[in-house]
């Protein structure tokens, strides 16, 4: 079994500043991670995604996250956050092994970017 | 097409009344998945279809609920006898297996229930 925990249902940087999204994960088996961004009324697009290798992913738009094992976590970050950053965020796991490999996701960031 | 296509994009119904929601994959993608998205639950798993094989049907709320997909494409969720708390967007994704298993969204059905 699978869960996330994202930690802040709400964010706020600046134009210009670091963004850092937090998702804590827990799995029974090793986990593939990733990170979808949704914007208003669309659906979900994959941003990056961690299954094996460089524990450090990057992605598009100039995201990026690391996958720590032993803190378990895999948060996002940004080094310097763009207005079209501003958009609801998921972390979600899934298995990496076994048939079924539907995402559990974690329950959203709302990231709004100040000018 | 490029991407996953749903329809319809809304759909408002009477309770009671049942609907059905369509999916189209990418050409090619051989697993299928629905998810539902509402206010109160998050983004929850509700079917997930892999080639020729018997359905994964976990994730569904109540024996209202049922999906099919035909000829490993198309795929259609049906709600029975809607109730008001079924209203939520209905996601659907596929994926082409291989190593990564990442999903491919489509941009959802909205469904409210009057």
């Known amino acids: 079994a699978q869960s996330v925990t994202q930690l802040g249902s709400h964010v706020s940087v600046s134009e210009g500043a670091l963004v850092l999204l937090r998702c804590n994960y827990s799995?029974?088996?090793?986990?593939?991670l990733f990170w979808y961004v949704q914007y208003p009324n669309q659906g979900l697009q994959l941003l990056l995604k961690?299954?094996?290798?460089?524990?450090l992913v990057k992605g598009i738009n100039g995201f990026e996250a690391e996958f720590k094992k032993s803190e378990t976590s895999f948060h996002l970050t940004k080094p310097s956050a763009h207005m079209s950053d501003a958009a609801e965020y998921f972390c979600?796991?899934?298995?990496?092994?076994?048939?079924?490999?539907?995402?559990?996701f974690g329950s959203g960031t709302q990231l709004t970017v100040l000018p | 097409g490029a991407g996953v296509s749903q329809s319809p994009s809304n759909k408002v119904t009477e309770k009671g009344k049942d609907v059905e929601l369509r999916c189209d994959p990418i050409s090619g993608h051989t697993a299928l998945y629905w998810y539902r998205q509402s206010l109160g639950q998050g983004l929850e798993f509700l079917i997930y279809?892999?080639?020729?094989?018997?359905?994964?049907k976990s994730g569904l709320p109540s024996d209202r609920f049922s999906a099919e997909r035909t000829g490993g494409s198309v795929s259609t969720l049906t709600i029975q006898r809607t109730q008001q708390e079924d209203s939520a967007v209905y996601l659907c994704?596929?994926?082409?297996?291989?190593?990564?298993?990442?999903?491919?969204f489509g941009p959802g059905t909205r469904l409210t229930v009057t």
């Open positions: 799995s029974s088996v090793p986990p593939y």
């Open positions: 279809f892999q080639g020729n094989s018997a359905p994964d």
């Open positions: 994704a596929g994926s082409s297996g291989g190593s990564s298993y990442e999903q491919y």
């Open positions: 961690y299954t094996t290798g460089a524990t």
């Open positions: 979600a796991v899934s298995a990496s092994s076994g048939s079924a490999r539907q995402l559990t």
